[in-house]
């Protein structure tokens, strides 16, 4: 049998052998690359926890700054609200990015304190980890990140 100058009479028929090579082969491969696969995606989720805290932390300050008097609960409520608007939850999509619940897995937990004028940022993982710290009192803030302290 020919098709144009394919001969498919003469080509060497692939023996049971050879498949059981190649998936062997494949296997060990996909078990090679499995871990840094996951990785990678862990990866990219602290980065995108770590710049939505940036940008929530930018927010509440440059808020602050227009106006020193306001209360850190409504700095809170405008900044949060303006940005769940365009934000998503790199955890759970149906769930807000910033939410004022205590134990929100997954996404940003905003606490405030008008006495001090504090506002509080943690974010948790699925598995209820904490991942992300941040405290903002104007003029400052300090940052915690669990994934800091693991490249270390």
């Known amino acids: 049998m020919k098709l144009g100058n394919i001969d498919f009479c003469k080509i060497k028929k692939i023996t049971l052998i050879e498949v059981v090579v190649l998936a062997i082969l494949f296997t060990a491969i996909g078990i090679y690359y499995s871990p840094h696969f996951m990785y990678k995606k862990e990866e990219r989720l602290a980065a995108k926890i770590k710049s939505d ?11 602050f700054a227009k106006n020193e008097n306001a209360k850190a609960s409504d700095v809170a409520k405008k900044v949060t609200d303006n940005l769940n608007k365009i934000a998503k939850n790199p955890y759970n999509k149906k769930m807000p990015a910033y939410t004022f619940e205590k134990d929100c897995l997954g996404c940003n937990s905003v606490t405030y304190d008008d006495n001090t004028q504090m506002i509080t940022l943690t974010t948790l993982n ?14 400052s803030f300090v940052v915690y990140s669990k994934f800091d302290d693991e490249k270390r």
């Open 126 to 139: 699925n598995k209820n980890e904490l991942i992300l710290r941040t405290v903002i009192k104007p003029p």
């Open 53 to 63: 805290n940036a940008i929530f932390t930018a927010r509440v300050i440059e808020e």
